[in-house]
């Protein structure tokens, strides 16, 4: 089992749950009854519920005399069985992309793996027993020891050496895995989807889906996303009979799932599925689009996250990349520091939905408003200028270190890149690489893989922004984090509701900031971004297209209307102007 753990940690940390599905058929009578979870991803959807149990098997344990054909027999079922998976995996690369096929050359790899081999060969041999008892109990043996290690991402393989087991079990009983059983689109009601369910599930006849189980991670919530189906996890609705065939109503917005609805409940619902459909519609044209003025100057749009939950709306609104992970989230929502392990799977799971685009992660920024019990920070009376951020971190190196480790870990799964908040210095940016530097020879040392990672920094504070011809040329980007710089260029408290009429990020001082720091950026041959609320401001994306600033980071949902407003400007014939009045 040794290697097939390690050939897993170098894998990709996928989930699967097994099972053959059968559709009941029932359809009582109900009065409205509203459930709740969790939504993964956004939408309306109006159908009756087809309900998904597994059948138990049953698995005998025969006698076998000719122990070479029951050897042959079980090699005959793994041959079919990863040819399944190998057109699993095209299917799937082809309809969700690489990142969420990866799963089923995860699966094939189990398959071939030698451990797993030995274990059933040798069950057939030396218990004269039928391949399906070798197969049965060497899956249950496997997951077991899976399912008692400590690490959360071994614990999951439990699940895989499940599903591939279940996949050769199936091809020995002669059958196929099944697939919905209904004419018309549904939304499916079940315990979980393992990823192989998912994909081979007819898109055309899933409405959404909702699972008593899951998790924001699990493939489900990723496969739904990519394939736009409303999708509900962590449900708390029993899998009773009676909810099969009756009319129910999924709001992915909201998490609920309204089951047998009244007729205002479904009036209600109905004018908002329009809506929904209505915005994404227009919205939708702008997919695929490129991020270009009318006289051809190209810039890249972002999205800002807070975990990685929010993927879903990256994706959905063609993100070209995520500008901004406020890391700090991670441990807001956390009673206890989240250890490397943890931000790894986190940081490494948002690299591979991204697939390639640039994911900036910025590290840990709390502190002032972000508070954190655990942290055991005194108090201060200017919290805003106090003890916060990067001073933290390199005041407690080690909290640093095991961000940095995770960050880099995931670096191999696709394109990692880090930001430092709250820069005033070439010193501490100095300090920053130099520890950067020892996390990189550590994992060097433990042959752990890392990837080449851009470093950047935010230019929040006025003193950066001075000197931001110098941290130029120490770094890789900058990205301006106009929330902060207002407050601390303004002086004027970013939290204190008295002071909003003044705060006034288009104030010309600000606006002159941004201009002389994407001067100096590209000076020095950096490229820079805005990852600030500002950046948001359609009032004046003229502005920052003049200012040739290269990428704003944005709210996902606001991805696209920016798009349009970039799409709708001619920068040369508004330029002069424009950066004459600054
Ligand atoms: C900013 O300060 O503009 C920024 C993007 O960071 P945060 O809002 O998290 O402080
Ligand atoms: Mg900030």
Known sequence: IFSLIYNLILHINHYCVLGMICILDTGKELHMQIFNGKGVFGGIAIGKISLYRRKEKKIKRNHIDDIPAELDRFEEAKRTAIKQLQELYNKALAEVGEANAAIFEVHQMMLEDEDYLDSITNIIKTQSVNAEYAVGTTGDNFA??????????????????????????????????????????????????????????????????????????????????????????????????????????????????????????????????????????????????????????????????????????????????????????????????????????????????????????????????KQIDYFNLEHEDNPAMGYRAIRICLDRKELFKTQLRALYRASAYGKISIMFPMIISVTEVKEIKAIVEEVKAELKNQGIPYSDVELGIMIETPAAVMISDLLAKEVDFFSIGTNDLTQYALAIDRQNPRLDKIYDSHHKGILRMIKMVADNA?????????????????????????????????????ILGLRKKVRETNVDEVKTKILKDI
């Open 522 to 558: 590209h000076a020095n041959g950096i490229w820079m971004g805005i990852c600030g609320e500002l950046a948001a401001d359609l009032s004046l994306t003229e502005t920052f297209l003049s200012m040739g600033i290269d990428e704003l980071s944005v709210s996902p949902s606001l």
């Open 144 to 369: 077991q020891i899976f399912s008692s290690m400590e690490d959360a991402y071994m614990k999951e393989r439990a699940a895989d050496v499940k599903d591939i087991s279940e996949r050769i079990l199936t091809v020995l009983s002669g059958g196929s895995q099944q697939v919905i059983n209904t004419n018309e689109p549904v939304i499916v009601l079940a315990d979980d989807l393992a990823p192989s369910e998912t994909v081979q599930l007819d898109k055309d006849k899933v409405l959404a889906f909702v699972t008593q189980l899951g998790s924001t991670n699990s493939h489900t919530a990723i496969l739904a996303r990519t394939m736009n189906i409303p999708a509900l996890i962590s449900v708390n609705m029993e899998l009773s009979e009676e909810y099969d065939g009756v009319l129910a109503v999924v709001d992915g917005y909201t998490g609920s799932i309204y089951v047998d609805p009244d007729e205002d409940t479904l009036t209600k619902m109905k004018k908002k599925q329009a809506e929904d459909l209505e915005k994404k519609a227009l919205l939708e044209q702008l997919k695929g689009k490129e991020n270009i003025t009318l006289d051809g100057k190209k810039i890249n749009i972002y999205a800002n996250i807070g975990n990685s939950n929010d993927i879903a709306n990256v994706l959905k609104n063609d993100a070209g990349g995520i500008g901004l992970f406020r890391s700090e989230f991670l441990y807001l929502e956390k009673s206890d520091y989240p250890t490397e392990e943890e931000q790894f799977s986190i940081y490494k799971t948002v690299a591979e939905n991204m697939a390639g685009k640039k994911v900036i992660i910025r590290t840990l920024d709390i502190g002032a408003d």
